[in-house]
């Protein structure tokens, strides 16, 4: 009796079948900041954080108003955790940036997914669009 001999099986006998390997995976998508996923160094909640939002191609200059008020909105809604604020935020061309204090790394997660859903739904409100308006998870620096 003859055996089937797919070229499946031929490819794992010769190893060149999956595993880590140069230029395996998935290509970057068109537009991506070429930054992965990294652990984030430890957090002393007895510092402020330094914390950067770049915002996409498509919204350059996000407006300062819609900002502020997403702010004080968030504000708002984090007022009832103590774990959570921000001490200050700045604007720029292709950035939003914020000095936040947070009590442990999770508090941390949580208010800047909170802070950033906020944000951004104010802004896509003022632009009258949907959709995306962060380029990537937002990056830190303890002072």
């Keep these: ?3 089937k001999s ?3 099986t031929k490819a794992k006998q010769k ?3 999956g595993g880590k390997r140069e230029g395996a995976g998935r290509p970057p998508a068109p537009g991506s900041f070429g930054k992965g996923h990294h652990v984030r160094a430890p957090h002393d909640p007895k510092q402020p954080v330094d914390v950067t939002l770049r915002t996409l191609p498509a ?3 996000p407006p300062r108003g819609a900002i502020r008020d997403a702010l004080l909105r968030a504000d708002e809604i984090l007022e009832d955790r103590a774990d959570f604020r921000v001490e200050r935020f700045s604007v720029k061309k292709h950035a939003v940036h ?3 204090r947070a009590g442990s790394p ?3 997660t949580s208010g ?3 802070l950033t859903i906020v944000i951004a739904r104010a802004i896509n409100r003022t632009l009258d669009r949907t959709g995306k308006v962060f380029a990537y998870r937002y990056f ?3 002072k």
């Design 1 to 3: 009796m003859r055996t």
């Design 112 to 114: 800047m997914h909170t």
């Design 15 to 17: 190893g060149t079948w």
């Design 98 to 100: 914020l000095v936040v």
């Design 106 to 108: 999770d508090d941390l």
């Design 6 to 8: 797919s070229s499946r």
């Design 140 to 142: 830190t620096s303890q």
């Design 59 to 61: 919204i350059r200059t």
